[in-house]
């Protein structure tokens, strides 16, 4: 037992650890200046949270909305609009933030947004979130647009768009028009490590009392040992 809580006690240490890496990123990388996507290959765990800007066009026909996604206490989507490159054979995801899911999920919030208005877009390049479990396709069979969809399915995306999609998601930047909700703080930096640290702490406190116990157990029965033996 005593072995648990003090791995316990270091596991948190190292939640926390890792916590403090996310954050010092996030800020850097946040506060870097803005890289022009073209051709090059992303390496998105290099290029996550990196600021870049794009060149092309949203589809504004062919819209996901990504599913189960909480804001505040608040159920809802995630908007996430594929922007068409200029050299017309690519696209990259864009999420334009959460909107509120509505009190009838048979009606859809209006994410309207005009297609072919060539610009230059702003975002912060991440992972596509990845579901614990997969269950059926992605959107369940839909054929309508906007689409819920349960995850990310790159392969039946890349059919329903007629393009290539490219393997990251782009954080539409707050500044940029056409948004929703964008607060894009990594989830994890949410619970500071000041937190795990707080857990580390009680989880060293219980082991500290479990050798005390067993240690007075211990000088307790060798005294009633050695006064059996008189």
Known sequence: MLAVLVSLGFWQLDRADQKRRLSEDYAERARSAVVTLGDQTVDVEAWRF???RVAGAFDGAHQYLLDNQVHKGVAGYHVV????LEDGSRVVLVDR????????????PSIGLASSTHRLLDAM???????????????????????????????????????DVLPFLLLLDPDEADGFVREWAPAATRIGPGRHEA?????????????TLYL?????SRNEDRHGSD
């Open 50 to 52: 990196r600021r870049v």
């Open 81 to 84: 609009t594929p922007f068409r």
């Open 97 to 108: 933030g959460w909107v509120p899911q509505g009190t009838d999920r048979s009606q859809l």
């Open 125 to 163: 390049v991440t992972y596509f979130p990845q579901p614990g479990l997969r269950i059926g396709s992605a959107d369940g069979g839909a054929t309508g647009w906007p689409r819920v969809i349960e995850y990310f399915d790159l392969a039946a995306m890349e059919q329903q768009l007629g393009a």
């Open 199 to 211: 857990y580390a702490a009680q989880w060293f406190a219980l082991a500290f009392a479990l050798l």
């Open 216 to 220: 007075i157990a211990r000088a307790r």
